[in-house]
T-cell receptor
Framework: GNSVTQMEGPVTLSEEAFLTINCTYTATGYPSLFWYVQYPGEGLQLLLKATKADDKGSNKGFEATYRKETTSFHLEKGSVQVSDSAVYFC?????????????FGQGTRLTINP | NAGVTQTPKFRILKIGQSMTLQCTQDMNHNYMYWYRQDPGMGLKLIYYSVGAGITDKGEVPNGYNVSRSTTEDFPLRLELAAPSQTSVYFCASISTGGSNQPQHFGDGTRLSIL
């Protein structure tokens, strides 16, 4: 079945550091890929997405590129801020017909220190 | 714009008790989902619905029931609470089943079974 594996957390960085959170997936076919972010006490929010190979999703300074050859969708940001502290989830969605069903990675907790 | 609203936010139950977690969305979305999030884990799909009167099981449906009598509401019922059901529960919705559409999440219900 489909699965998503994320880099183990927690991750602690200083403000303005470079961020990479690794995400690899196993799927049949060609899934859509997502990064969701969960701020403390809140539900998940879409951060960015990519729907086909070589697509780059970007939002709020975060980027991720859909790499079919390495089955990866790593999240990057050039200079993190304290406000980026949150839990980040990588997820995939089958491209089949019918209801979208997301498969999530286990999440990576990110803490940015000033 | 309320989006997806979940009630209650917190609840403590005794083993064997029952309760209903409420979820309402005001976006006229057809598809609705219930997930559970265990500590250090990603979200797992419990049940989903593609429209009023239609529900289906997700990955971890045992111990839960759902109904969808209206487009807006998708309650989740626990009949005989067990400690293994201690978790954070999230409701989500999406306008269509398309694989590249983002799901909209509520803020969650934190449930403890003692």
């Amino acid at each position: 079945g489909n699965s998503v594996t994320q880099m183990e957390g927690p991750v602690t960085l200083s403000e303005e550091a470079f961020l990479t959170i690794n995400c690899t997936y196993t799927a049949t076919g060609y899934p859509s890929l997502f990064w969701y972010v969960q701020y403390p006490g809140e539900g998940l929010q879409l951060l960015l997405k990519a729907t086909k190979a070589d697509d780059k999703g970007s939002n709020k300074g975060f980027e991720a590129t859909y790499r079919k050859e390495t089955t990866s969708f790593h999240l990057e940001k050039g200079s993190v801020q304290v406000s980026d502290s949150a839990v980040y989830f990588c997820a995939l969605s089958d491209r089949g017909a019918g209801a979208q069903k997301l498969v999530f990675g286990q999440g990576t907790r990110l803490t940015i220190n000033p | 714009n309320a989006g997806v609203t979940q009630t209650p936010k917190f609840r403590i139950l005794k083993i064997g008790q029952s309760m209903t977690l409420q979820c309402t969305q005001d976006m006229n979305h057809n598809y609705m989902y219930w997930y559970r999030q265990d500590p250090g884990m990603g979200l797992k799909l419990i049940y989903y619905s593609v429209g009023a009167g239609i529900t289906d099981k997700g990955e971890v449906p045992n111990g839960y029931n759902v109904s969808r009598s209206t487009t807006e509401d998708f309650p989740l019922r626990l009949e005989l609470a067990a400690p293994s059901q201690t978790s954070v529960y999230f409701c989500a919705s999406i306008s269509t089943g398309g694989s590249n559409q983002p799901q909209h999440f509520g803020d969650g219900t934190r449930l403890s079974i003692l």
